[in-house]
Structure formats: structure tokens, C-alpha cells
């Protein structure tokens, strides 16, 4: 059976997450961050992809970025994940595959939940219980997005640009997002799109995307989803 065609629109940011193979740690050391990150970011820009957001884990890894051509995610993540584990390998002397499968993406309502899926990313290190403080994890974009520290890597989204007049001022509202917690059904929303592959958004911005590509989306929940090969 061929796989489902991943939901790809130009413009449009995805949610991505990959994890490692059968769960195992895919960073052993600083030094891994730090070439994940080196990587990640050659690889954008080669693909022309602007990432808002991450959050490297122990097991995996979560990106949010906006593709400018029809196929940059696809070829971003191609390129990061075969890199990466060459020289994964060579450096740990170990052989074979480092991921899990393929990654799992969402497209991204950016009007009512790209700010929530911001906060989804660089909280995860808070929800995993490894700090209390999302400023106390180096291996995410929360220093840059939410601080100010200087990370060229990052491409701020026009609706984290839209807090506020001026950086300053949009980096205060971005934080006084954070002192309120993710409703539960909001984290299942944002879980469910990434495990069906399908967009986190409401029902016109669905329609919005089945008109743009052409297709019916499934839901999960009944019936089958039109199944397209890549």
C-alpha cells in the first residue's frame, strides 16, 4: 500500500517531530546538540525553510518552520537526518539507522494556533520534568524567542512579529503567553494533527487546505482518508 502523500503548502508553517529508533536517545553529548543545530540550520537555508522554533529532547526532536518551495520540508529533514547520523556514527563508532521511520508533520492554522504551537515546542523540556523553567533549557529556541538571545538561525513567524510594536515589547508578550497553561484539549489537538499527519486548525482552515492541494482529508475518526502516492 502506498504511504500518504504528506500535506505540503508553501507559506504555510508545519509542526515536524521525528523521534529516535525504538525510543533510544539520538544526542549523547553537548557536542551532538551542537552539530544537530549546525546542521539544522545549513540544512534550512539549502532548502529554503524558516524555522520559528525547537526543541531538541533526548529522543527526539521538535521543529516549527515554514517551507518557501512545495517540497522543502521533505528535503530539509532528508538531508539533516542523513548527516546528522553519519557523523553520529563515525563519532559514537556505531552503525545503522538513528531514527524512527519516517517524521511526522502537521500543517499549522498560523491565525489561532501558531503561537500555541510555539509554546507547545519550547515547553516540552517543562513538561518532561527536566527544568522547571524553559529558560533554563539551552537546547531550544525559547533563549531567543521569549529572551532576545541572538540565534540567527531563527526566522520570527509574522504572528509572533504581531505581538508588538518592537522587539522589546514582543518578546513581553510573548513571555506573559507562557504564565498560563496549554488547556488539555489544546495538547491534544496539536498530538493528534502530528499522529494523523493531518492540519491543527479549525474546520474552515481544513476546507481552506483541501481546496489548496485538491484533496479530502480524513479525519482519523471515520471512514478512510484519500490515500495519494508520493
Known amino acids: ?110 491565525d489561532r494556533y501558531m503561537l500555541a504551537c510555539y509554546r507547545y515546542i519550547e515547553l516540552n523540556p517543562v513538561r518532561a520534568q527536566m527544568v522547571k523553567d524553559p529558560a533554563n533549557y539551552p537546547w531550544s529556541s525559547f533563549r531567543a524567542n521569549g529572551l532576545g538571545h541572538s540565534q540567527e538561525m531563527i526566522t520570527p513567524h509574522p504572528t509572533w512579529l504581531a505581538l508588538g510594536a518592537n522587539d522589546s515589547v514582543r518578546r513581553h508578550s510573548y513571555l506573559e503567553l507562557f504564565k498560563t497553561v496549554l488547556p488539555d484539549d489544546l495538547l491534544s489537538q496539536i498530538r493528534y494533527g502530528l499522529r494523523k499527519g493531518l492540519p491543527t486548525g479549525n474546520e474552515s482552515f481544513m476546507e481552506q487546505v483541501e481546496s489548496t492541494l485538491g484533496i479530502k482529508l480524513g479525519t482519523g475518526k471515520r471512514g478512510r482518508p484519500v490515500r495519494l502516492s508520493e
Request: proline share 5%; aromatic share 8%; glycine share 6%.
Open 1 to 110: 500500500m502506498p504511504r500518504p502523500k504528506r500535506l505540503n503548502i508553501p507559506g504555510m508553517p508545519q509542526h515536524i517531530t521525528q523521534r529516535g529508533n525504538n525510543r533510544q536517545p539520538c544526542f549523547s553529548d553537548n557536542l551532538d546538540y551542537r552539530l544537530y543545530l549546525k546542521l539544522l540550520a545549513r540544512s534550512c537555508q539549502k532548502h529554503y525553510c524558516r524555522l520559528h522554533a525547537y526543541a531538541l529532547m533526548g529522543n527526539h526532536v521538535h521543529l516549527l518552520l515554514t517551507p518557501d518551495i512545495e517540497d522543502g520540508v521533505s528535503l530539509m529533514v532528508r538531508d539533516l537526518g542523513r548527516d546528522y547520523v553519519l557523523r553520529f556514527n563515525k563519532r559514537h563508532e556505531r552503525t545503522g539507522t538513528l531514527w524512527e521511520g519516517r517524521f511526522r508533520s502537521s500543517l499549522i492554522d498560523s
